[in-house]
Each structure stands twice: as structure tokens, then as C-alpha cells.
């Protein structure tokens, strides 16, 4: 069965989403991030996305007091990223109780150093996040458009070692308007030995079916939960 991993993206503190990647189309959740994980967990959870949207877009994690209060206030499994870009970073992400460093941005702009990361800490700690719009990747907190095929990317990566990526396609991202099928359904022809976790555009319990159909290992879930789309009762059954 895919795995359905709860997300809660931070801003200022709180737990909001966006709408297409743009940081001045957010919605304010909850001005307590730690009480919505404990929902989640409440539910049969075992993992938790989480997405620092403020080191996102200034290039330096900046809600660290979050993640602490979460992992300490948990027993989620803890995956965290945003603006992460030294050994400092990562070492006090997990110092600070994640269990998993979600790196996009470093690891398109100094893919070497990316893969020593993976060989320090192992492919189950260091996970590839990417951000596609358009079939092309985007950095930055989504503010950096490229002319990388995020297709070929990923076939590259996965040829040096990377097994798991969560790829957003930021079109679709907090617009309730159903995932980049397509997309990931080219990603999974195309590097099938890729744990594949699809991110982005869920409106409903039927549009996770779909991706586990495709083959998609996980899905990552935000404001699909938030604005009640899928039942507490259907997100239990992918609860694990």
C-alpha cells in the first residue's frame, strides 16, 4: 500500500500552505504546528513532512524551535528541510530531532557534495527533494526556475545511488486541483527502480488511489487534510 505522509509546511512559526509555490498566496492553519502533529499521530501516523518555508526562501533553516517541539512532543518520524546547506545544518537538524534531511536546492546546485551526505549518513537519512514546474526543475523555495529536466535529474541521481525522492510539481501544489499525473507517471517509466513519492495537488482520497495505481511508493498530504477534502476516517487506512 503507498505510504501517506501528513505535511506541515512553517512559516513564522505556523503552520500555513501556499498555493503554487507563492509565498504571498498563504493560508494560516494553525499558529501551533506541534498540536496539528499530534493530530496526525492521533490518527495512526507514524511520519511527518516538514517543510521550513521561511529557510526555504532565505537559504538558512530558521524554524529549528518548531522541529524541536515537535520531535520532542512526538514520537513522529520526523523528515525536515528548507535552506538546508552545510554538514552545520544537517547535523543540527537531527541534533534537534528529525530523523530525516529533505535537501532540494544544495543538492541540484553541488550534487557532489549531495552524494557525499548520502555516503556520511546513509540514503535512509539524506532524501533528494525536487521541485518541478513544467517538467523543469525549480530551487530556491521555488523562486528559481531551471532548464534541468527533473526527469533526467532523478535518472542521474538514481545512477549514483539515490533511491527515495519526493518530487513537488509546484503547478499543482496547494491548488486542490488533483497531482501532475502525468508527470510522475513519466518518472516512473523512466527511473522505475526509484522509490518514487509523489507531492502536490491532492484534493482527495481518489487522487492517492490514482498515484498507487502508477506505482508511487508515498504521498506527501497538506491541504487536503487541512480543509477537511479527505476523512479522518480515509486518512487512517493509509496510516502506518
Not at 4 to 16: E, F, H, R, T, Y
Not at 46 to 63: E, I, M, S
Not at 123 to 141: E, F, P, S, T
Not at 207 to 230: F, P, T, W
Request: glycine share 12%.
Amino acid at each position: 500500500m503507498i505510504e501517506l505522509i501528513p505535511a506541515i509546511d512553517i512559516m513564522d512559526g505556523k503552520c500555513v500552505r501556499l498555493k503554487h509555490g507563492d509565498f504571498d498566496l498563504k493560508t494560516v492553519y494553525s499558529d501551533d504546528p506541534l498540536e496539528v502533529a499530534k493530530r496526525f499521530e492521533g490518527l495512526g501516523f507514524r511520519r511527518l513532512h516538514v517543510v521550513d518555508l521561511d529557510g526555504a526562501k532565505t537559504g538558512k533553516p530558521a524554524n529549528m524551535a518548531v522541529l524541536k517541539s515537535v520531535a520532542a512532543g512526538t514520537a513522529l518520524t520526523i523528515d525536515f528541510g528548507g535552506g538546508v546547506k552545510t554538514t552545520d545544518d544537517i547535523d543540527a537538524i537531527f541534533n534537534a530531532g528529525a530523523a530525516m534531511v529533505n535537501l532540494g536546492s544544495v543538492a541540484m546546485k553541488q550534487p557532489e557534495r549531495f552524494l557525499e551526505w548520502v555516503s556520511t549518513y546513509g540514503g535512509d537519512r539524506i532524501l533528494l527533494g525536487a521541485d518541478a514546474k513544467n517538467g523543469k526543475v525549480v530551487i530556491n523555495g521555488w523562486q528559481t526556475k531551471t532548464e534541468i529536466s527533473v526527469v533526467d535529474m532523478l535518472r542521474d541521481r538514481v545512477s549514483k545511488g539515490v533511491m527515495t525522492a519526493f518530487v513537488t510539481d509546484i503547478g499543482s501544489d496547494g491548488a486542490l486541483a488533483g497531482p501532475a499525473i502525468e508527470l510522475y507517471r513519466q518518472i516512473r517509466q523512466a527511473v522505475p527502480e526509484l522509490d518514487l513519492i509523489a507531492s502536490g495537488g491532492v484534493s482527495a482520497v481518489a487522487d492517492v488511489e490514482e498515484l498507487e495505481d502508477i506505482g508511487c511508493a508515498g504521498v506527501i498530504v497538506g491541504k487536503a487534510i487541512y480543509e477537511g477534502r479527505i476523512s479522518d476516517e480515509e486518512l487512517s487506512r493509509y496510516a502506518r
